[in-house]
């Protein structure tokens, strides 16, 4: 019922900025909290920001201070703006969305970020 496409990934160089961007379509009005994975090479998928349908805010501990998420109002879309990227940050993200009650979970296919030093 919901469908779920990223873009803004890419290459960029350590210290440098992107911003990542998933459309939501279909029945957008079932969704609550949006939020952004990723997973590197080798390593499980982790949490990196999460933002609820009122509005309120988690980041990783490792990427707090430099991303920031946003969503509009009309939740169709949601944003994830990283500054001072890190190699560290190199990964697959995938971008989350949940029904209002959380028993159903909605995943984009995922955009490539290749920071390099």
């Known amino acids: 019922q919901v469908q779920l496409v990223e873009s803004g990934g890419g290459l960029v160089q350590a210290g440098g900025s992107l911003r990542l961007s998933c459309a939501a379509s279909g029945n957008i009005f079932t969704i609550g909290a949006m939020g952004w994975y990723r997973q590197a090479p080798g390593k499980q998928r982790e949490l990196v920001a999460l933002i609820t349908s009122a509005g309120s805010t988690n980041y990783a501990d490792s990427v707090k201070g430099r991303f920031t998420i946003s969503r509009d109002n009309a939740k169709k879309t949601v944003f994830l703006l990283m500054n001072s990227l890190k190699p560290e940050d190199t990964a697959v993200y995938s971008c989350?969305?949940?029904?209002?009650?959380?028993?159903?979970?909605?995943w984009g296919q995922g955009t490539q970020v290749t920071v390099s030093s």
């Open positions: 989350y969305a949940g029904n209002k009650f959380a028993t159903i979970p909605y």
